[in-house]
């Protein structure tokens, strides 16, 4: 089924794949009629197809249901995902969501469906009349992506690759391969050599290199710093280009190393430490939430740059992403310390709670750099006592209480989560007021268009650029800027840090002032 459009939309979708624009690849699938095979708007081929030849397609899953299958030239699964499906917050973007989190390769779509308050029957519709695949499709697109990326990418044995790429066999995954890529896993991995792309050098020991490729621009120096600035001993760091974080994962805990891109790469190199290779598609989505590797900048810039105000910041740094976190979890915990403190002072906090409560990294992982811990799961944060934890009363009692609603199911935290609800639940909770929710939101649920002018730092921000410094009327110029408030936040935020050139790093060294919130 192809995707429902208006004229204007068709006519820019053709006029992009007549102009090979890489600026809609990842957010429409073209079908050709007359070769069966679909591909990015900028696939290099030298012919066009015919206008009356194309359709149109959400997903590449709902391009395979329909009966066509992936070019070999252009590669359609290697570019980034489509950003609609974060954008919005309705439930087939959440059930997407939850897909890429791969919900249904761990609970089935029975487990999806019931995290998403639906029967598997109404998801199941839902999803085919919007998107033109089932949720069965869905996951199976999925695996076929992440399965090629390590065909070409790596010199895994295939048994290893099927069962790091989510397949329940070896002849599943190459029927699956075969339908979806017209060709057996060993062609595509010779096709691959022979145009010299294929990195052999990418496995080294026990660590799995995938590349994970964003829409340029991307603001490196202002994202690094941002990491570094937000880094907790034990459990993060950065090391010059080099941010590693700790992970928990399904089958246990593991470790990534992100490798800033150099100015002419369109992708970021990342090296995994994995307790188990079933855990890779999940870590890999993770780390392209916390970096936000699905944001179309070009997009966002020409929509926040019809506001005069922004306009010297969208210059300044062009490609700011909006970080994310790598669980629910952490975020909320970490917002909960930094209620009201400062950004270091919350970071001390933090660090010194995950030394005494954080579970060492296993022995198949190790310890990698200064990393020695995974950050605790909601279980064990929701049975300690507030008393132990050394915090003001209130805090510590609003600490260990989001941990319980994470716990027993009655806040979620997850990628399908609803967002909207997720905030109100959070605000219910004593001592957990608009800002914390807002963080939370911004971060672990990644909401593009999350504020807050209750932030100190946004605050004195808005007022070194000519924007309004008070709470309400910050927050009613805001409203001008949706629905990519979040991006316009970090804006502000990085003109707040200031950064300056570094002497350790090759990320800037950033300038931590207190950065205080409002729970109130």
């Not at 001592?431 to 929710?437: F, Q, V, Y």
């Amino acid at each position: 089924m192809t995707i429902a459009a208006t004229d204007a939309s068709t006519e820019a979708w053709m006029l992009a794949v007549e102009s090979r624009d890489a600026r809609f690849d990842g957010w429409v699938t073209i079908g050709v009629t007359s070769t069966g095979i679909y591909c990015r708007p900028s696939c290099p081929t030298p012919i066009r197809p015919k206008r009356s030849n194309m359709r149109f397609f959400a997903t590449p899953a709902s391009a395979q249901a329909a009966g066509f299958r992936a070019c070999k030239r252009c590669a359609p699964d290697a570019t980034p995902g489509s950003p609609e499906w974060n954008r919005r917050d309705d439930l087939v973007a959440r059930a997407i969501r939850g897909i890429e989190d791969g919900v249904i390769d761990r609970h089935s779509v029975e487990g999806l469906a019931s995290q998403l308050a639906v029967s598997s029957r109404h998801l199941n519709r839902l999803l085919v009349s919007q998107v033109g695949a089932t949720p069965i499709q869905l996951a199976r697109a999925r695996r076929a992506r992440a399965a090629r990326v390590l065909i070409e990418g790596t010199v895994m044995p295939f048994s290893d690759i099927a069962f790091a790429a989510g397949f329940d066999s070896i002849r599943q995954f190459n029927d699956t391969v075969r339908e979806v890529f017209a060709a057996s896993p060993t062609e595509l991995r010779r096709s691959r050599r022979k145009t010299g792309s294929a990195k052999q050098e990418l496995m080294a020991g026990d660590w799995l290199c995938v590349r994970l490729p964003f829409r340029p621009p991307l603001d490196v120096r202002t994202l690094w710093a941002w990491l570094d600035a937000h880094s907790v001993p034990g459990i993060e760091e950065v090391d010059g280009s080099v941010y590693r974080r700790s992970l928990r994962l399904e089958s246990g805990p593991g470790v990534v190393e992100l490798v800033a891109p150099q100015p002419d790469d369109s992708a970021i190199e990342a090296r995994f430490l994995l307790s188990s290779l079933s855990d890779l598609q999940q870590a890999i989505q993770r780390c392209r939430r916390l970096l936000d590797l699905d944001a179309d900048p070009l997009v966002i810039r020409a929509d926040l740059g019809r506001h005069q105000a922004l306009v010297n910041l969208l210059n300044s740094r062009p490609g700011v992403r909006a970080p994310g976190d790598v669980d629910g979890i952490d975020s909320a915990i970490r917002a909960v310390l930094h209620q009201q403190v400062s950004l270091a002072s919350g970071r001390g906090v933090c660090a010194r709670l995950i030394q005494a409560h954080g579970e060492p990294l296993s022995a198949s992982v190790g310890e990698v750099g200064s990393l020695t811990r995974v950050f605790p799961t909601a279980a064990t944060w929701a049975g300690l006592d507030p008393a132990i934890l050394g915090l003001p009363k209130s805090r510590a009692k609003a600490l260990v209480a989001v941990a319980q609603a994470v716990a027993c199911g009655d806040l979620d935290l997850s990628p399908a989560a609803d967002r909207e609800e997720a905030k109100a639940k959070l605000c219910a909770i004593k001592g957990i007021g608009p800002w914390t929710a807002t963080i939370v939101a911004l971060r672990a649920l990644h909401g593009p268009d999350e504020f807050s002018s209750g932030d100190l730092a946004l605050r004195r921000a808005a007022d070194s650029v000519g924007l309004p410094s008070g709470v309400e009327e910050l927050q009613m110029a805001a409203e001008q800027w949706r629905p990519w408030r979040s991006y316009a936040m970090h804006h502000l935020w990085a003109e707040y840090a200031a950064p300056t050139v570094g002497t350790k790093s090759a990320a800037p060294t950033v300038r931590t002032r207190t950065m205080k919130g409002r729970t109130r």
